[in-house]
Nanobody, 121 residues
Framework: QVQLVESGGGLVQAGGSLRLSCVASGNIFSIGAMAWYRQAPGKQREWVASITGVGSTIYADSVKGRFTISRDNAKNTVYLQMNNLKPEDTAVYYC???????????????WGQGTPVTVSS
């Protein structure tokens, strides 16, 4: 059983910062890429940022220069530092990870339950 648990969401004023965390736990052999997605009210879930197992990162244009994704492999944790937040960043933020449960087994995709972020103007 694998769980991804996000934390760090909340209410912040425009221009402020938040740091999201996501911890993977359970019967984990290895973790590949990790990512953050978000879903605003009435909209489809959209990809925000990804980080590979060796630390290569990529960002959606809407957050580039404001958000930073990082990971601590020893803690099975991925972070999302969000600076200069805008009202349009308001959404539920979800953690995503590719996880293998044993040697020579494929990576499966897992999702967290989400943490809400509200940015007031």
């Amino acid at each position: 059983q694998v769980q991804l648990v996000e934390s760090g969401g909340g209410l912040v004023q425009a221009g402020g910062s938040l740091r999201l965390s996501c911890v993977a736990s359970g019967n984990i052999f290895s973790i590949g890429a990790m990512a953050w997605y978000r879903q605003a009210p009435g909209k489809q879930r959209e990809w925000v940022a990804s980080i590979t197992g060796v630390g290569s990162t990529i960002y959606a244009d809407s957050v580039k220069g404001r958000f930073t994704i990082s990971r601590d492999n020893a803690k099975n944790t991925v972070y999302l530092q969000m600076n200069n937040l805008k009202p349009e960043d308001t959404a539920v933020y979800y953690c995503n990870a590719e996880i293998s449960l044993a040697v020579d087994t494929p990576l499966y995709e897992y999702w967290g339950q989400g943490t809400p972020v509200t940015v007031s103007s």
